[in-house]
């Protein structure tokens, strides 16, 4: 065999595809795969935010803050330092949560509650089951807090086994602009409107830290002019029939004062009844609700019934709303959000009518990559999204913890996915548990460096802070678990 001459004959295949590539080089696209408005089959496409981007095309903000020194007053005697843009934290907008972590610790009074409301990063409890963890590892609490009725990640959540029936209607905020009812905390409402088969739904806890029972498994349930409704489940050897009561805009009926390994309940002549979920918690200690939805970008929000809210909010109290969005946001083609600075803006000052007093938190954008001129690189829109979600944080006197930057900063997605083990999916988008485990990390730390400093800063202080008082609208009362 004549080896030399294929070898050459190789040799210049070799060179006339490579000058070939060098020449026809700008004639290529930039990126080896364009991208669709939304390219993932399970993302629903918000038609708020398509609306948003076609009303302010084209409108840029002026850059007027990033030079700003943001200074605080002094609250309760507490007054953290100033700070840059560039390392915006805003915790001193989370003191009268911190002050409730301080009371939970040091005398073993109350509880606090969050409500974190996310995409797919959050999908199947990701991140919000282990901030939950770390939470109620160092102020006490059991339970997964509120879990829907039905989901489409029920089968991937692992912090509690979650099973249903196939005949639920269901309305999501993010399908259905004018709902039959008002919307749950969730942005779900769900209707047992099957007459001819019985509705029901399955909850199972698993070997979770701090969840491992069903602590007090409480129903919530909106108003209707059906007063025939019923549940029924089983209790040992005893089927339990409890009638609902649907008189006022959220309704609640503890179908269990002890912890439960598991229940299943039937939904009978319920029908016309919004149905939200349930709530599995202890009452006392830490505990934070997961609301995610895939294809979510935040502006749903918006949505929220306020009366409907504030009686969800006199029920379950929260302390604390995160949000965690962005990764729906990147792939619109603009490298301006001034839009969705502008909305984002809108939809906490909606939430603060909704939940007065509660604390706000913004968790912004992870990394992205995207292959350009056949190379990964971080995502030329993960930057400016970033920036214009620390912009509507500091706007609207939230705090702001800055993901892209704690997990690495400009090319971090690519470490995360590549370094053994990985942290993230060959989607370059999304953790994997391993990396829902360490943001959910990245997160509590800095709340907690907030709080730790908080408490220095409370030593420090002239007087005592006045009790944590909320809005006089609101009259909190421990009622979740009323019937």
């Known amino acids: 065999m004549n080896t030399s001459k294929y070898f050459f004959q190789t040799l210049i295949v070799v060179i006339v595809s490579g000058l070939s590539f060098l020449a026809f ?26 609306e948003a981007i076609a009303e302010d095309e084209g409108e840029v903000l002026e850059d007027s803050m990033a030079k700003t020194v943001i200074d605080y007053k002094v609250v309760n005697g507490i007054q953290f330092p100033p700070e840059t843009f560039e390392e915006y934290t805003g915790n001193q907008y989370l003191a009268t949560f911190f002050e409730k972590l301080f009371q939970l610790e040091t005398k073993k009074e ?36 509120f879990v829907n009725i039905t989901s489409e990640s029920a089968s991937s959540r692992s912090s509690i086994t979650h099973e249903f029936s196939g005949n639920w209607k269901t309305q999501s905020y993010l399908k259905v602009k004018r709902p039959s009812n008002p919307f749950g905390v969730n942005g779900h409402v769900f209707y047992a409107n099957d007459t001819s088969n019985v509705a029901w739904v399955k909850y199972k806890a698993n070997k979770t830290r701090f969840a491992s029972e069903l602590p007090r498994p409480t129903l919530f349930y909106g108003s209707s002019s059906n007063k025939e409704g019923k549940v029924f489940y089983m209790s040992g050897a005893d089927t339990i029939v409890k009638k609902l009561t649907p008189n006022k805009l959220v309704n609640t009926i503890a179908l269990s004062e002890g912890n439960l390994k598991s229940i299943k309940v039937n939904f009978k002549k319920a029908d016309s009844i919004p149905i939200y979920g349930f709530n599995f918690d202890d009452g006392k200690g830490a505990h934070v609700d997961n609301f995610s939805n895939r294809g979510n970008s935040g502006l749903p929000i918006g949505s929220f019934d306020v009366a409907t809210m504030r009686a969800f909010h006199s029920k379950l109290d929260y302390d604390l709303i995160v949000l965690q969005y962005g990764a729906n946001v990147l792939n619109y083609g603009s490298l301006n959000y001034g839009w969705y600075e502008k909305r984002m803006t809108k939809v906490i000052a909606h939430l603060k009518e909704c939940f ?20 990964m690189k971080t995502d030329s829109a993960v930057v400016p999204l970033n920036t214009a979600q620390k912009r509507y944080a500091i706007k609207s006197e939230s705090s702001f913890v800055n993901m892209y930057t704690l997990m690495g900063g400009d090319g971090s997605m690519i470490q995360w996915v590549e370094q053994e083990p990985a942290r993230a999916n060959k989607d370059y988008t999304h953790f994997n548990h391993r990396g829902a485990k360490q943001a959910a990390n990245l997160i509590f730390t800095q709340l907690n460096q907030g709080y730790e400093m908080y408490k220095e800063l409370r030593k420090k202080r002239k007087k005592p802070a006045a009790p944590v008082k909320k809005d006089s609208v609101i009259v909190n009362k421990d009622s979740v678990y009323e019937e």
């Open 110 to 145: 109350g509880n606090v509650r969050v409500a974190y409301f996310g995409d797919s990063m959050t999908d199947g409890d990701l991140i919000v089951k282990d901030f939950r963890t770390y939470l109620q590892e160092k102020f006490g609490g059991q339970g997964v807090g």
């Open 356 to 375: 007065p007093g509660v604390a706000i938190l913004i968790v912004s954008t992870a990394d992205k990559s995207t292959k350009y001129d056949l190379e």
């Open 25 to 50: 080089k700008t004639f290529l696209p930039k990126k080896i795969f364009t991208e669709s408005k939304l390219d993932s089959k399970n993302v629903v496409v918000d038609s708020l935010l398509l």
